[in-house]
């Protein structure tokens, strides 16, 4: 199976902007989860969608929003940009395809870089 | 609200020396226990997973213990070699979501 894809992978904007972020999880899984991840940190856990709708949701401001269609790809998109909003956005997808059930291995994507200057 | 802790924040061993990296978490209700290894510049990976009905499980090099009382886990590398080098990270999962620690830098030393 193909894995996780992300599109772009480097990106930058300016201070102001908004950007879109595409994530492709693998053939099946219906859960993809978003991270944001700052040079020396941990994973920040931004949302996860579970067929077409937000399951969980971290602490972010509601620059950063997301969505998943019905293939199960999803987007995410940051508005107002600011230059803290510099990081590497993971993506990661799993199967959970128990409701109720035990959470499943995420595989992530290669990540996106965004830069805002 | 449920958090995990990871320690140490980094962790340098002579190569060949064990590694043991601990993390505590909060949420009873916890249970699935996944580590995951990211290399510089890489995606995390997973390298070894552990769900509540079990105590321990080894693969090769690689274990991890899990003390559901204590609401701990750890994860043990024995024989380290300088590709051990990386970011690991370990995460509790419930009810969907996966609350990760904050990263243990292990770094090998020739």
């Known amino acids: 199976k193909a894995g996780v894809t992300q599109t772009p992978r480097y990106l930058i904007k300016t201070r102001g902007q908004q950007v879109t972020l595409s994530c492709s999880p693998i053939s099946g899984h219906r859960s993809v989860s978003w991270y944001q991840q700052t040079p020396g940190q941990g994973l920040q856990f931004l949302f996860e969608y579970f067929s077409e709708t937000q399951r969980n949701k971290g602490n972010f401001p509601g620059r950063f929003s997301g969505r998943q269609f019905s293939n199960s790809r999803s987007e995410m998109n940051v508005s107002t940009l600011e230059l803290g909003d510099s990081a590497l956005y993971l993506c990661?997808?799993?199967?959970?395809?128990?409701?109720?059930?035990?959470?499943?291995?995420?595989?992530f994507g290669p990540g996106t870089r965004l830069t805002v200057l | 609200g449920e958090n995990v802790e990871q320690h140490p924040s980094t962790l340098s061993v002579q190569e060949g020396d064990s590694a043991v990296i601990k993390c505590t978490y909060s949420?009873?209700?916890?249970?699935?226990f996944p580590w995951y290894k990211q290399e510089l510049g890489k995606r995390p990976q997973l390298i070894i997973d552990?769900?509540?009905n079990v105590g321990e499980k080894k693969d090769q090099r690689i274990a991890v213990t899990l003390n559901k009382t204590a609401k701990h886990f750890s994860l043990h590398i024995t024989e380290t070699q300088p590709e051990d080098s990386a970011v690991y990270f370990c995460a509790a999962g419930g009810n969907y979501q996966l609350i990760w620690g904050a990263g243990t830098k292990l770094i090998i030393k020739p």
């Open positions: 949420d009873s209700a916890s249970n699935y």
């Open positions: 552990i769900r509540s």
């Open positions: 990661a997808s799993s199967f959970y395809g128990i409701a109720g059930g035990p959470p499943d291995t995420q595989y």
